[in-house]
């Protein structure tokens, strides 16, 4: 198995902590874009009454998240085996910032169906490079209990948002669960920044052709 830089040899427990870091910061980042994806669908009665909207319209929201989500998939990968994990992660946790607080800015239905496809095209790297960062920094006989944080915080996800989305609306409002979501994230993305040093950041010396982003070869 290959260490970042900073590490030689064995694993120091300087090295372990770090890297337990490294996989519950990454757990919690899935948790969150699963969680924000799936708080607009019980959303879409209380939206179609405040933006005077028919609710077959706000049912686009969903198509219109998850179709650029399935697509971007494709593509981050590869990106991040060109330009490191590092420099790619942070700038998708940036922009996931970004674009959750902008869905709580919206005051009409295409403002936040633009909201939602720049999102699904900005989150749908988050945990393919997290599931490729926990490759580099966990050996292949412990990927088992890595990999199982990161789908289950996927699966917690999707079932809190879909839940807590209808639940907290009439305590907070809908812009408010979203405001929340995008601190969370920011603090999230801070303690990724934190730990900077430690991630796996080099650049593959090849040039990343259209054919092999999608293709990974």
Do not use: C
């Amino acid at each position: 198995m290959s260490y970042p830089p900073e590490v030689e040899g064995s694993p120091t427990g300087d090295y372990v902590s770090k890297r337990e870091a490294v996989l519950h910061v990454m757990a919690t980042a899935s948790f969150l874009v699963f969680f924000q994806a799936y708080l607009v669908a019980p959303l879409i009665p209380s939206l179609s009454i405040e933006f005077h909207a028919s609710t077959d319209s706000l049912g686009l929201l969903v198509p219109a998240y998850m179709l650029p989500y399935g697509i971007s998939t494709l593509f981050y990968g590869p990106i991040s085996d060109r330009f490191g994990r590092k420099a790619v992660i942070l700038t998708l946790l940036g922009l996931m910032v970004v674009m959750i607080a902008g869905v709580a800015t919206a005051n009409t239905v295409p403002q936040m169906m633009v909201w939602r496809l720049l999102g699904g095209a900005i989150t749908g790297g988050t945990v393919p490079i997290a599931l490729a960062l926990l490759g580099d920094i966990f050996p292949y006989e412990q990927r088992g209990r890595p990999l199982g944080w990161i789908f289950g915080s996927a699966a917690g996800g999707m079932a809190f948002g879909s839940t807590l989305g209808a639940f907290l609306n009439p305590i907070i409002g809908w812009r408010w669960e979203f405001l929340i979501t995008a601190a969370l994230t920011a603090a999230v993305l801070a303690y990724v920044v934190r730990l900077r040093r430690f991630l796996v950041g080099e650049i593959v010396a090849h040039p990343l052709s259209p054919r092999k982003a999608i293709s990974g070869y």
